[in-house]
């Protein structure tokens, strides 16, 4: 990865952060590195636990950000979310995209869901 791919989506994880802290979220870690990989923002809202995926782009000439979550990265987030769900099986658990361009934030609640996931929330 390049290094200015690196420091926009370091950006962009900080703009989601601060985005969510004034939403009530309280923000558990960044960069959160489990057995499975590595969780961009663990959150909590009230009662659930939100692993949340952050995708920051300059351009949208190649796609929304947003887009840049096919199904591979979604089982992967499935994967982390079970990891969570298992250290912590007392609160709900949920996965989120935040989608960032520009001045932009899209932010997808219950954007990655599973059949084999049990979610609580």
């Known amino acids: 990865m390049s290094r200015d791919k690196k420091n926009l989506g370091d950006w962009g994880e900080e703009k989601a952060a601060k985005y969510l802290a004034a939403k009530k979220y309280h923000i558990l870690g960044k960069k959160v590195r489990t057995t499975c990989g590595e969780i961009d923002i663990l959150a909590q809202e009230k009662d659930t636990l939100v692993v949340v995926e952050v995708k920051t782009k300059t351009s949208v000439e190649q796609g929304a950000p947003e887009e840049m979550v096919d199904w591979k990265k979604q089982k992967k987030l499935v994967r982390l979310a079970q990891e969570v769900n298992q250290k912590f099986p007392q609160y709900g658990i949920r996965i989120d995209v ?24």
């Open 98 to 121: 935040i989608a960032i361009e520009e001045k932009k934030i899209r932010h997808y609640i219950n954007a990655v869901l599973d059949d084999d996931t049990k979610y609580n929330s």
